[in-house]
């Protein structure tokens, strides 16, 4: 199964570690921190160049990948249809 981020960027739901609301997520520095080394690294993809919304953390093979999207984490996960298992805490 896939999942559209925005503009033209499609990945495969099995290829996603997570899905993350900016606005909450952000607040620890851990995150800001991870997201930053990423964008040195060159992991970083941005889907759009509008506001921000979500990031989503995908793993193929040794690589990882952050995407910046403008869609929100909740209409992404409902979007994804395979989370629907996992309780929210």
Do not use: C
């Amino acid at each position: 199964m896939y999942l559209h981020l925005g503009t033209d960027v499609i990945i495969r739901t099995r290829d996603i570690l997570g899905i993350f609301d900016l606005d909450t997520s952000t607040i620890s520095r851990r995150t800001r921190d991870y997201l930053r080394k990423g964008e040195i690294e060159g992991r970083v993809v941005y889907v759009t160049s509008e506001l921000p919304k979500s990031f989503i953390v995908t793993a193929n093979g040794q690589r990882t990948t952050i995407y910046i999207s403008q869609i929100s984490a909740s209409t992404l996960k409902k979007r994804s249809g395979y989370i629907d298992g996992i309780k929210n805490i």
